[in-house]
T-cell receptor, first 114, second 110 residues
Framework: KAGVTQTPRYLIKTRGQQVTLSCSPI?????VSWYQQTPGQGLQFLFE???????NKGNFPGRFSGRQFSNSRSEMNVSTLELGDSALYLC?????????????FGPGTRLTVL | GENVEQHPSTLSVQEGDSAVIKCTYS??????FPWYKQELGKRPQLIID?????GEKKDQRIAVTLNKTAKHFSLHITETQPEDSAVYFC?????????FGKGITLSVRP
């Protein structure tokens, strides 16, 4: 069974631009969570989607948004990029009813904002 | 919301020694505490977890202890090996939301 995949793996943008990142969960997994990882703040929860609905949200500004499609693939969007948005963005998936000990991470997208 | 603190931020031990990483949490509603290991350039992977109704759990060389009264939990690694070198994250779940500590870099000196 293929693991969680994320595209692109690396991305360079400039301030003010917007970016869309994609996450394909493990087949059969319907929950997708997004995290931001930075050296100073560690791993921070962005949001979780389940069956195309946002189920939970972290403490990030409205510039960060996401969505989930009927095939469970998820995208996250960051508008009006700031230098501080440079980070590794990780998504993780788990199947319906599974707990967090059955959550699997993708390889991440490294976003650099110049 | 939940706040998870992790101490120390870096830890260096000699191969074969034990390593202990401590975390505290703030929300008494937290009921699940996973630990993740992230090797350089790789994704985080769950290594052990503990639920609030259990005080200790062990899996080979790693163990986790939980003190609900004091709101802290610890990861114990015995007989450390160079391949244990990585960043370790503790986390807590409250209200279905996973909150991570900032991570600790463990270095095992050969």
């Amino acid at each position: 069974k293929a693991g969680v995949t994320q595209t692109p793996r690396y991305l360079i943008k400039t301030r003010g631009q917007q970016v869309t990142l994609s996450c394909s969960p493990i087949s059969g997994h319907r929950s997708v969570s997004w995290y931001q990882q930075t050296p100073g703040q560690g791993l921070q929860f962005l949001f979780e989607y389940f069956s195309e609905t946002q189920r939970n949200k972290g403490n990030f500004p409205g510039r960060f948004s996401g969505r989930q499609f009927s095939n469970s693939r998820s995208e996250m969007n960051v508008s009006t990029l700031e230098l501080g948005d440079s980070a590794l963005y990780l998504c993780a998936s788990r199947r319906q009813g599974a707990e967090y000990n059955e959550q699997f991470f993708g390889p991440g997208t490294r976003l650099t904002v110049l | 919301g939940e706040n998870v603190e992790q101490h120390p931020s870096t830890l260096s031990v000699q191969e074969g020694d034990s390593a202990v990483i401590k975390c505290t949490y703030s929300d008494s509603a937290s009921n699940y505490f996973p630990w993740y290991k992230q090797e350089l350039g790789k994704r985080p992977q769950l290594i052990i977890d503990i639920r609030s109704n259990v005080g200790e759990k062990k899996d080979q060389r790693i163990a986790v202890t939980l003190n609900k009264t004091a709101k802290h939990f610890s990861l114990h690694i015995t007989e450390t090996q160079p391949e244990d070198s990585a960043v370790y994250f503790c986390a807590a779940i409250a209200n279905s939301k996973l909150t991570f500590g900032k991570g600790i870099t463990l270095s095992v000196r050969p």
